[in-house]
């Protein structure tokens, strides 16, 4: 059987596994013609990067991280990453809080810190692969000066690299 030269052996061999060694070339021909087509320049389906839109590196938490919403126990999550601008985190919960706004306790038990009254807002909420679980991201409103400085001693204390 004489097939055409193909220039790229990646390419060839796409074409080889295609046809399945039968003796009916048009399935080699076939996709033969959907590789050169697509070769030239024809669009193809592209998939796109995530755009970073955050300002500020995250760093990962130590698993002994936790928060309440607005101070109450009932209301636990655990902290999965960190930033000064806000945070990642993931709650059990059948379906999305209503609230966007509200505040934060944030404690570490490893370190016996704590840091309340951190007002945040809502930046996205989504369900994650495993049931029940969310993982919600908040971003920081306006800190004061110490819960600035406290969030620093979190981080420098509570993370255990770059995220």
Avoid: W
Wanted: proline share 4%; with cysteine; charged share 25%.
């Amino acid at each position: 059987m004489n097939r055409p030269f193909v220039k790229h052996e990646s390419i060839r061999s796409f074409i080889i596994s295609q046809s399945c060694g039968t003796s009916n070339d048009k399935m080699y021909h076939l996709s033969l013609r959907m590789v050169m087509f697509h070769c030239k320049g024809a669009p193809m389906a592209t998939i796109k990067e995530p755009v970073e839109r955050r300002k500020n590196k995250r760093l990962l938490v130590r698993e002994a991280a936790f928060v309440c919403f607005d101070a109450n126990p009932a209301m636990m999550a655990r902290i999965v990453d960190v930033s000064v601008g806000g945070l990642g985190i993931t709650y059990r919960a059948p379906r999305r809080r209503k609230t966007d706004f509200f505040t934060l306790e944030i404690f570490c038990i490893l370190y016996s810190f704590s840091l309340v009254g951190m007002p945040v807002r809502t930046v996205s909420d989504i369900e994650t692969t495993v049931y029940g679980v969310r993982r919600r991201d908040v971003q920081f409103e306006v800190l004061t000066e110490d819960q600035k400085q406290r969030l620093e001693q979190f981080m420098d204390f509570c993370t255990t690299g770059e995220a």
